[in-house]
Each structure stands twice: as structure tokens, then as C-alpha cells.
């Protein structure tokens, strides 16, 4: 089945060590986007992938980065994780054509835990 | 600003009819969306409006008033794995989704 896969689930580190969190798509969706949630909260868009196109959110803090080297995959890093940081996140991939509903898909999640 | 408004819980009992509201003020409307997000998981896609009216989807209903900027879902027949998290989230003009903080269903037997 096509699906957005993200790697790991479940993520434990040191305030401070860096972390790289995984996302894979067989959706061959042209978008692709990282979302961190906080509980009972929205989601909040910390990039997008248009393409190739990088688009970064005017509040998403230097600490974070990402790459998509291809179409499939996408990664979020993390350079010096906090205890606020500590939070789902959330990839998700939908084909934008300029018409009609932008269908979100989201992967699994990674939960991070900041000690 | 943007601003999405819904309740944060709501209870409801097994076998019943909910409805869950929405309201929003977006700078751009290009449709409205609910997702359903249990304890731990990612959203899952439930229902697009973008014109006015009933979308009837099973034991599921969305509603759209564009000109009062608000919305519901409407749930009948509750189930008890009906118990999650509703997200609402408005598409702006660049296909961008500004969601609301959801609302968290209980499910009583």
C-alpha cells in the first residue's frame, strides 16, 4: 500500500544531542511537510517541500532544519534539542495541482522525548 | 489574523448524535477540512467542504456556512473507537492549512 513512513516512532535523547527524525513517501506527492503538535494542541507547519522548493515558517527556530535530497524523503534535524522541544512530529505529503482540496496524508508521527 | 475556534472536549454516550463546531476568521477560504486524530496517532482525513452546505459521509456529516465562517461535524450512532481528537483546519488561498487545536470527543458506554 502507499503510505508515509516515518522513522523512529519513538525517539529519546539529551538535551542538547542532536536528533534526526525520517520521513519516506510511495505517494509520489509533490508536497511534503513537517508538522510538530505539543498535546492538545494544533499542529504547527514548521516547513514545506514544494517540490524542490524549501519554504520555511517566519517562527520556525534556527535549531530546526530540514532536507529532502529526493522525492521520497524528507528529514527533520534537530540541532540542539530542548525540553520544548520535546513534541509529536508530524510528516505529511498531498499532491498540490492549484485546484481543489490539498488532502493531507500524515505518517505515523515520531514522538520525541528531550531528558 | 487567523483564528480557529472549537471546543476543547465534549462528552457524549454511546449510540448517540454529536456535533462538533467550528468558526474561523482567515485572511483566505479555499475550503475546510476535519480530520480525526486518536490518542498517539497521526490525523486521518475525514471530510473537505468548500461550498455551502450538508456533505454526508456514512455515520459522519460535515456542514459549511461560508458567510458565518463556520462549520460542524456531526456524528451519529456513536461508537466507542469513535472517542478521539477533531481537527478542524481551513485551506487558505496558497493551499496552506491553518488548523484549529481540536476537539477532544469522550465516549461514554
Known amino acids: 500500500d502507499a503510505m508515509v513512513i516515518q522513522n523512529p516512532r519513538y525517539q529519546v535523547t539529551q538535551f542538547g544531542k542532536p536528533v534526526t527524525l525520517s520521513c519516506s513517501q510511495t505517494l509520489n506527492h509533490n508536497v511534503m511537510y513537517w508538522y510538530q503538535q505539543k498535546s492538545s494542541q494544533a499542529p504547527k507547519l514548521l516547513f514545506h517541500y514544494y517540490d524542490k522548493d524549501f519554504n520555511n515558517e517566519a517562527d520556525t527556530p534556527d535549531n530546526f532544519q530540514s532536507r529532502r535530497p529526493n522525492t521520497s524523503f524528507c528529514f527533520l534535524d534537530i540541532r540542539s534539542p530542548g525540553l520544548g522541544d520535546a513534541a509529536m512530529y508530524l510528516c505529511?505529503?498531498?499532491?498540490?495541482?492549484?485546484?481543489?482540496?490539498?488532502?493531507?496524508?500524515f505518517g505515523a508521527g515520531s514522538r520525541l522525548t528531550v531528558l | 489574523g487567523q483564528n480557529i475556534d472549537q471546543p476543547t472536549e465534549m462528552t457524549a454516550t454511546e449510540g448517540a448524535i454529536v456535533q462538533i463546531n467550528c468558526t474561523y476568521q482567515?485572511?483566505?477560504?479555499?475550503?475546510l477540512f476535519w480530520y480525526q486524530q486518536h490518542a498517539g496517532e497521526a490525523p486521518t482525513f475525514l471530510s473537505y467542504n468548500v461550498l455551502d452546505g450538508l456533505e454526508e459521509k456514512g455515520r459522519f456529516s460535515s456542514f459549511l456556512s461560508r458567510s458565518k465562517g463556520y462549520s460542524y461535524l456531526l456524528l451519529k450512532e456513536l461508537q466507542m473507537k469513535d472517542s478521539a481528537s477533531y481537527l478542524c483546519a481551513v485551506q487558505d488561498s496558497n493551499y496552506q492549512l491553518i488548523w484549529g487545536a481540536g476537539t477532544k470527543l469522550i465516549i461514554k458506554p
Open positions: 505529511a505529503t498531498s499532491r498540490v495541482t492549484g485546484s481543489g482540496a490539498n488532502v493531507l496524508t
Open positions: 482567515t485572511s483566505g477560504f479555499n475550503g
